[in-house]
């Protein structure tokens, strides 16, 4: 009998790896282990997690053997780690090897944003080129002042870029960090109010709820553009469109939101927003590379090995 | 009576500046110079020309007292040099107040070739998400490999950001430059041999003309992408349809084009193309200065004090 569950919506690729390696059941998200038979949550010691449906202590007592979830991403916090580590759990996710491709996407909205890229595409592909005379001028990017709010791996990673085009970076964290030549702000509002972007780079969870508050929006100001590639939790999306709504920021890039994918749909009605399907680490090679990290933990564990990158 | 005759499509703000200083007369394009009367032509000692219409001999021989032409963008390849140097007409433009638009528009265009960022941005606003699941995968764009045609000061703006996208740089120039761990060919098709992404920077003119050509396409290859921030004229747009259409190269980026704005429709049919309306310099804070420094060069030369950015 096997001794892992595979929750989540895995890609034919993933799911022939996972069938492999492992030949486990699958699920589409944790709600469902109670339709399982007790003869075989009694057996399962892993589970490959991958979604964002919470994963809190009715799952886990459903699960008596249970050692390991193995995360899909870095962020982990639909899972409640606290009861887990109390529980003797351990947590993995897939870190670094996702920075990349979350940086890069945070850096094309910016310039999508800035340079009204997709609604030049769009104006082109129309046929307006040629009968409506140039595309309106937009917004210089490159010369700007960046704010990265959460100075972790990921928001280095986007400070780098940024740093070459030109921009000073401007940062919170919990702590002051070593950085040679970026500012550092004791708190998110005093950064909105020092910058063109505010990118937000956070953990999501509850510390970090709605940090994106109404004072911070207001201290961004009406050149001001929010930048999300984290978790639409850390955002007060009230206030974000009320901000939006009114012209008090310039406008917002984000990859994230409340409610995915049952996405507002007040954001599509506004041209000042770049929206991108929560894609950040969405490229064949990095979700290879995370699903990879994923199998070996969970190979680890069942072998006794150290975990290759444990969270508790 | 009026010494200056501006030619093109002034915004109302650059109309009013040029009225304020100059006074000119207002002309669409150089075709029209021969409808003014001669006394008026007898005049004109400076033309403020912004556009992409050729200026040859015949539209210099309307303007007998004509002693310079402030052309509006860094590519003057709309003139005839020869000509107007022989006639002793000076020929300005206005470098590097551009190389950060184009560059970030460079960079932009491909992270959203790559992150298929203008397709996920019109999914969305479809409504797409909640219905049909995670948007596709695509490609990662930091770690490839880039190859900048013609290294000048756009090139090396467009090269300092992607090696922040940890790209290694491999260029082509017309000899090889000075320049830290970037990688020479001596020819085009080896260039594009050894990338990922050919990014063209190459002035316009007849030493260029259709440099990307059908081996160069040929050898970009399957994974290779074609960005071009350059001028239309530099590719062989006959050879790159056949290239996009069959797959021969992944796909392209493109700002200009060949015959612009009326640009060969068959474009709007590809989907692995992005398309920018030639808006590489297209910020209001870059026109401004460009614009600033087209009338500065012109009052330079009426008041007989050294031209600030002269070309001949």
């Given amino acids: 009998m096997t001794q892992t569950l595979a929750i989540g919506n895995y890609t034919p690729d993933e799911t022939q790896k996972l069938e492999s390696e492992f030949a486990p059941l699958f699920l589409d998200d944790p709600t469902q282990i109670g339709t399982l038979d007790a003869a075989l949550r009694d057996q399962i010691k892993a589970v490959a997690y991958k979604g964002h449906h919470p994963f809190g ?23 409640d780690v606290a009861v887990a580590t109390h529980n003797g759990i351990k947590i993995t996710n897939t870190p670094d090897v996702l920075n990349d491709d979350v940086a890069d996407l945070a850096v094309g909205m910016i310039l999508m944003h800035g340079r009204q890229m997709a ?8 046929g307006h080129w040629a009968g409506k005379g140039a595309f309106a001028l937009n917004r210089k990017v490159s010369g700007s002042t960046a704010g990265i709010l959460g100075l972790g791996r990921i928001g280095r990673e986007i400070a780098v870029r940024l740093e070459a085009f030109k921009m000073d970076i401007h940062y919170w964290s919990r702590s002051e960090k070593d950085t040679l030549g970026y500012i ?29 508050s109404a004072d911070v929006l207001s201290a961004l100001g009406e050149n001001g553009v929010l930048v999300n590639i984290s978790r639409g939790s850390t955002v007060d999306e ?3 469109f009320t901000a939006l709504e009114t012209g008090t920021i310039n406008g917002a890039a984000l990859d994230v939101f409340d409610n995915e994918p049952q996405i507002d749909p007040r954001f599509y009605a506004l041209d000042n927003v770049v929206l991108q399907p929560h894609q950040g680490s969405g490229t064949v090679e990095t979700r290879a590379a995370m699903a990879a990290l994923q199998r070996d933990n969970i190979s680890a564990f069942l072998n006794g090995a150290p975990l290759v990158t444990p969270v508790n």
Wanted: aromatic share 8%.
């Fill in 57 to 79: 202590p009715d799952a886990m007592a459903q699960l008596p053997a249970l050692g390991i979830i193995a995360n899909y991403g870095v962020g982990y916090d639909a899972i």
């Fill in 119 to 126: 609604q030049a595409s769009s104006w082109m592909r129309s």
């Fill in 184 to 212: 550092y702000h004791d708190d998110p509002v005093a950064l909105a109010g020092a910058v063109d972007y505010l990118v937000v780079a956070l953990v999501g969870g509850a510390e970090t709820q709605r940090m994106v």
């Fill in 238 to 240: 009230a206030a974000l």
